[in-house]
């Protein structure tokens, strides 16, 4: 889906309304309500005019609780990286944040569930359809570089991160902000050093452009 990743493209108008309906479908969602642990509660911000998006898994209990996208410990990382404060990442008009499902799986062995199929199948291309002043794209976790860069299926995540972080491009992947994966982070002290400011400089860009 490497051409569905999406970047600016003011040559088509921004239809607001559409979105919106868009989302309306996604908030009345049950098609995964048989295999969800609880009651279905898709979360997502998103809107016609978002200048950065940020793909993640899906949504764990804390935030299936409280309704707010990376309400928790990761969404802390998450905004470090990015360099923003609550206030300005909760607004949909600078960041859309979608994973990929929109609601909470349930807790595995060692960890969250992955995210059902199905809600991207669904839902995903019609919502990024929508996204045409996109200018950086975040890609976190496995389950979203899949989706999104195909192309790196069978490529160690260290590779990935290394190789898109390095690009003057406007998608970086980066593993999952979860302190899963805080072994990962203390092994590579590089991403703190030479990735993370590169994010912060491309999210600058995009929120001023």
């Given at each position: 889906?490497?051409?569905e990743?999406?970047?600016?493209?003011r040559?088509r108008?921004?239809?607001?309304?559409k979105?919106?309906?868009?989302?309306?479908?996604?908030?009345?969602?049950t098609?995964?309500?048989?295999?969800l642990?609880?009651n279905p509660?898709?979360?997502?911000?998103?809107?016609?005019t978002?200048?950065?998006?940020?793909?993640?898994?899906?949504?764990g209990i804390?935030?299936?609780?409280t309704g707010?996208?990376f309400?928790?410990?990761s969404?802390d990382r998450?905004?470090h990286?990015l360099?923003?404060?609550r206030e300005?990442?909760y607004?949909?008009k600078?960041?859309?944040?979608?994973p990929m499902?929109?609601?909470?799986?349930?807790?595995g062995?060692?960890?969250?569930?992955p995210?059902p199929?199905?809600c991207?199948d669904?839902?995903?291309?019609?919502?990024?359809h929508?996204?045409?002043?996109?200018?950086?794209t975040l890609?976190?976790?496995?389950?979203?570089?899949n989706?999104?860069?195909?192309?790196t299926?069978g490529?160690?995540?260290?590779?990935i991160?290394?190789e898109?972080?390095?690009?003057d491009?406007?998608?970086i992947?980066?593993p999952?902000?979860?302190g899963?994966?805080?072994g990962?982070?203390a092994?590579?002290?590089w991403?703190?050093e030479?990735?993370?400011p590169r994010?912060?400089r491309?999210?600058?860009v995009?929120?001023?452009?």
């Amino acid at each position: 889906m490497i051409d569905e990743i999406p970047v600016s493209n003011r040559a088509r108008p921004i239809e607001p309304r559409k979105i919106l309906t868009i989302v309306e479908d996604v908030k009345r969602c049950t098609l995964c309500a048989n295999e969800l642990p609880l009651n279905p509660n898709p979360i997502l911000q998103v809107s016609a005019t978002s200048r950065v998006l940020i793909v993640g898994q899906a949504p764990g209990i804390r935030v299936h609780e409280t309704g707010l996208p990376f309400n928790d410990p990761s969404g802390d990382r998450l905004r470090h990286w990015l360099g923003v404060t609550r206030e300005v990442f909760y607004d949909p008009k600078k960041f859309a944040l979608l994973p990929m499902a929109f609601c909470y799986p349930g807790a595995g062995r060692s960890g969250d569930l992955p995210p059902p199929a199905r809600c991207a199948d669904t839902w995903r291309k019609r919502l990024l359809h929508e996204l045409t002043d996109i200018r950086f794209t975040l890609l976190c976790g496995r389950y979203a570089i899949n989706w999104h860069r195909p192309d790196t299926v069978g490529q160690l995540l260290t590779t990935i991160v290394k190789e898109s972080g390095s690009r003057d491009t406007q998608v970086i992947a980066t593993p999952h902000p979860s302190g899963r994966n805080n072994g990962w982070f203390a092994k590579n002290p590089w991403f703190d050093e030479d990735i993370v400011p590169r994010i912060r400089r491309r999210v600058r860009v995009a929120l001023v452009s």
